[in-house]
């Protein structure tokens, strides 16, 4: 199973500064990888897919960046709805798709 | 516009089993494979289980070990998962989830049900 690690598990900014989130595997997923966006009461929502390309409806301030076992998230002026949970994904080697631990960005 | 619905949740007691749904609509649902998550209370997610379109191939989560089935009826538009054997580690939000055409990410999502296994 491949173990999926971000940090920082909190990440405190101010809206409009930049934020940046790191994903890491523990063996090469390739550019299999997404980012989810999680608000309190909420469901998951897909941001980016294929390491970098973001989903629909995505706004451009978010980017994805990496390949292998490092990867970004890159907000780059957060906004008061940026807010939330984050996690990657991995879907490279599966079953198991894994999931990261969160990164919880934070006023 | 795409929408997932799940319902059948509740408390149950340990031993217990659920039945868990989700309708689908605003797509072709045969033609999309299907996944169930769960995330428990304050917790991460997890992904729970796995099934393509016509529902010839499927995967567990290993430690499940056998006590819950997936399965779809493509005519209803419903994805099911099939709760046994329940335990306190099982309580959650479970989420049904629509693959990608695009590969392996999850890019639809169901508003969640909750399970509650207590006594």
């Known amino acids: 199973e491949i173990v999926m690690t971000q940090s920082p598990a909190t990440l405190s900014v101010s809206p409009g500064e930049r934020a940046t989130l790191s994903c890491r595997a523990s063996q090469s997923v390739s550019s299999n990888l997404a980012w989810y966006q999680q608000k309190p009461g909420q469901a998951p929502r897909l941001l980016i897919f294929?390491?970098?390309t973001r989903a629909t409806g995505i706004p451009a301030r978010f980017s994805g960046s990496g390949s292998g076992t490092e990867f970004t998230l890159t907000i780059s002026s957060l906004q008061s709805e940026d807010f939330a949970v984050y996690y990657c994904q991995q879907y490279n080697n599966w079953p198991p798709v894994t999931f990261g631990g969160g990164t919880k960005v934070e006023i | 516009e795409v929408q997932l619905v799940e319902s059948g949740g509740g408390l149950v007691q340990p031993g217990g089993s659920l039945r868990l749904s989700c309708v689908a609509s605003?797509?072709?649902?045969?033609?999309?494979?299907m996944n169930w998550v769960r995330q428990a209370p304050g917790k991460g997610l997890e992904w729970v289980s796995y099934i393509t379109g016509s529902g010839s191939r499927i995967y567990y989560t290993d430690s499940l070990k056998g006590r819950f089935t997936i399965s779809r009826d493509n005519a209803k538009n419903s994805l099911y998962l099939q709760m046994d054997s329940l335990r306190a580690e099982d309580t959650a939000i479970y989420y049904c989830?629509?693959?990608?055409?695009?590969?392996?990410?999850?890019?639809?999502w169901g508003q969640g049900t909750l399970v509650i296994v207590s006594s």
């Open positions: 294929g390491a970098s």
């Open positions: 605003g797509f072709t649902f045969s033609s999309y494979e």
């Open positions: 989830a629509r693959e990608s055409a695009m590969g392996a990410a999850l890019d639809s």
